[in-house]
């Protein structure tokens, strides 16, 4: 039981525990509503990736996905986009938005890479310690934290755990996350809360779950399965 004489950094520790400790039920319970999806080798490239990373940034799956669509059918390779006019490659990304901010990105991350590799490439990346790899990325500019983890994960099925917006929401309201931590300080919270063997499939089942029931104006907290578990409801209940 904690009092006015507990120290700091036990009360820090004893609140870190109580959040792991809903990692197990809560892992279970999602596995039982969508499975345990399994990472496979994917048909595009590590720098692909990123680029679709970049392109995501303040837009929708979909606006992305259109995005990255007409920058592959407007460039034959990435050589091209990044020698290209900017205003070629603004006009290309046009559907993901902010499109004059996205194309200087694109081009200069892509100079980046040549400039330090010799190619329009990141392979090389899985052969650098984790934290090396990671560093190397959020040192681009426009990769910040979520980015770099994506990339890690689903390009290169390396344990890093992405921190999205669904993830952010869902994270919070069950109690993971600290109240006010930003998203970009919740990652390596994260990773220190789930195992590392679960990276993938947790994540993916956070955003399912973000989607499909826990979703931001109205949360289906009637049919959601973790409710033993999650502060938000808890805290609802007592009102």
């Not at 809560?26 to 509503?33: C, D, G, N, T």
């Not at 990652?187 to 220190?192: I, K, L, N, Q, V």
Request: with cysteine.
């Amino acid at each position: 039981m904690l009092n006015q004489h507990t120290p700091l950094s036990e009360t820090i520790d004893i609140d870190f525990q109580r959040r792991k400790a809903k990692y197990e039920p809560v892992s279970r319970a999602l596995e039982a509503m969508y499975g345990r999806p399994q990472w496979q080798p994917q048909d595009y490239t590590p720098l692909d990736e990123l680029i679709d990373c970049i392109l995501s940034q303040s837009t929708n799956d979909a606006n992305r996905d259109r995005a990255f669509d007409g920058l592959k059918a407007a460039f034959a390779s990435w050589d091209a986009v990044m020698e290209a006019p900017v205003e070629a490659v603004v006009e290309a990304i046009k559907p993901a938005g902010l499109a004059n901010q996205k194309a200087p990105r694109i081009q200069e991350v892509l100079r980046r890479i040549y400039a330090d590799r010799g190619e329009l490439s990141i392979d090389f990346l899985n052969d650098l310690e984790l934290e090396e790899a990671r560093k190397w990325l959020v040192d681009l500019d426009g990769v910040g934290p979520k980015t770099a983890a994506i990339v890690l994960c689903f390009a290169f099925n390396r344990p890093a755990f992405p921190v999205d917006t669904h993830i952010h929401r869902v994270g919070l309201r069950i109690g993971f996350i600290p109240p006010k931590m930003s998203a970009d300080k919740a990652h390596t919270y994260m990773e220190a809360i789930i195992p590392p063997e679960d990276y993938y499939p947790f994540h993916l089942q956070m955003i399912w779950h973000g989607r499909q029931v826990c979703q931001a104006r109205r949360p289906a907290c009637e049919r959601c399965p973790l409710t033993d578990q999650c502060d938000y409801y808890q805290q609802l209940a007592k009102a």
